[in-house]
C-alpha cells in the first residue's frame, strides 16, 4: 500500500491551510474533505475579518480559493469521508468508505458540529423547519416568521443575515443581554426585523407535519408561552468531532484534542488543528494558522523519522510501532 507523507482529515480553513503548506513543502499530501466542503466556514454568508480582504468576502468563496491554492501545490483533495482511524501502529491507518490509507504523518482538523437543543420536537423537525444553518436554509423563509436561538456571533450574524428574507426574526436568549461581539451588538438593534426575547429558553419545537412554534419558559419569572414562527435556527454552541479518535488520543472533558503550542497531539506524528483542538479564539484566521503549523511540525516529525536534520527539533519520542 501507498504511503503518504500526510493525511489530513478535515477541508475546512484549518486543514486546507495544513495541505498548502504541507504540499508546498513537496510532501505527498492527501486531504479527504468529509462530508462539509470548506468546513463551516463555507457555510458562512460573509467573512469581514480574515486579512486581505476589506471588502469581505463569502465563506464558500474563500475555501474555494484555499483548495485551488492547495491543488496547485500538488495536494490530493479527495471527496470521502474517513470512518476509522489506527494511531497505535505506525505508519497510521486512515480508514475511509474509498479504502485504507497509509501515512508518516496525521493532521485531524475535523471541526465541530453544531449542538442541539436536546427538546421535545427538535430531531423531529431538523429539515422540517429546525435548521443550524441559516446561510443553507434562510432562503425559505422569505416573508415568514423564524426563530433564532443564542447570543454568540454566530446567532447574532446569522439572525442579521436571516432578515435578508424572513419578514420577523426573534432572537431568542436565555440572558438579558448578548455575548456577541459589540459591533454585531449594534447592528442587530438597529435592525428593524429582529425583536429580542430575552431570559428564554426554548422547552418544545411544536407542529404537525413542519414547524408551527416554540414553546418557551422565561428562567427568572417561571412563565411559559408560545412564540408563532414558521423556522428555528439554532447556534447555542458546538461539540468537536472526535468520536473516531476516543481512547487513542488524549481528549479534555469536552471533547475536545489536546495539544500543545506545536499542534502536536498525545501521539507522536498526529497533529491537530482548528476548532477540533480547544483554542482562546474561533475563527478563520486562528484556524488557518494553527493549520499551518500543524503541517510544519509534520515535516519536522517526517525529517525526523528519516533521519534528516530539521533545524531547531528535538523528538522526545518515536511513534507508535
Not at 197 to 216: F, I, P, Q, Y
Amino acid at each position: 500500500m501507498e504511503v503518504y507523507d500526510v493525511i489530513i482529515i478535515g477541508s475546512g480553513p484549518a486543514g486546507l491551510a495544513a495541505a498548502i503548506y504541507a504540499a508546498r513543502s513537496e510532501l505527498k499530501t492527501l486531504l479527504f474533505t468529509g462530508n462539509s466542503l470548506g468546513g463551516q466556514a463555507a457555510l458562512t454568508d460573509e467573512i469581514e475579518n480574515y486579512p486581505g480582504f476589506p471588502e469581505g468576502i463569502a465563506g464558500a468563496e474563500l475555501t474555494k480559493r484555499m483548495q485551488e491554492q492547495a491543488r496547485r501545490f500538488g495536494a490530493e483533495i479527495q471527496m470521502d469521508e474517513v470512518t476509522a482511524v489506527n494511531l497505535k501502529e505506525h505508519p497510521f491507518t486512515v480508514t475511509a468508505y474509498g479504502g485504507d490509507y497509509k501515512c508518516k504523518a496525521l493532521i485531524i482538523a475535523t471541526g465541530v458540529s453544531p449542538r442541539k437543543l436536546d427538546v421535545p420536537g427538535e430531531e423531529k423537525f431538523i429539515g422540517r423547519g429546525v435548521s443550524f444553518c441559516a446561510t443553507c436554509d434562510g432562503f425559505f423563509y422569505k416573508d415568514r416568521e423564524v426563530a433564532v436561538i443564542g447570543g454568540g456571533d454566530s446567532a447574532v450574524t446569522e439572525a442579521i443575515y436571516l432578515t435578508r428574507f424572513a419578514k420577523k426574526v426573534y432572537l431568542i436568549h436565555r440572558r438579558d443581554r448578548l455575548r456577541a461581539a459589540p459591533v454585531l451588538q449594534t447592528r442587530a438593534k438597529q435592525n428593524e426585523r429582529i425583536e429580542f426575547v430575552w431570559n428564554s429558553v426554548v422547552t418544545e419545537v411544536v407542529g404537525k407535519e413542519a414547524v408551527e412554534g416554540l414553546r418557551l419558559k422565561n428562567v427568572r419569572t417561571g412563565v411559559e408561552s408560545f412564540l408563532r414562527v414558521d423556522g428555528i435556527f439554532v447556534y447555542i454552541g458546538q461539540v468537536p468531532n472526535t468520536r473516531l479518535f476516543e481512547g487513542q488520543l488524549e481528549l479534555d472533558e469536552r471533547g475536545y484534542i489536546v495539544t500543545d503550542r506545536a499542534m502536536h497531539t498525545s501521539v507522536p506524528g498526529v497533529f491537530a488543528a482548528g476548532d477540533v483542538q480547544e483554542r482562546v479564539l474561533a475563527q478563520v484566521v486562528t484556524a488557518a494558522a494553527t493549520g499551518a503549523i500543524a503541517a510544519v511540525e509534520a515535516e519536522k516529525f517526517i525529517a525526523y523519522l528519516e533521519g534528516r536534520e530539521y533545524p531547531g527539533k528535538e523528538w522526545p519520542k518515536a511513534p507508535p510501532g
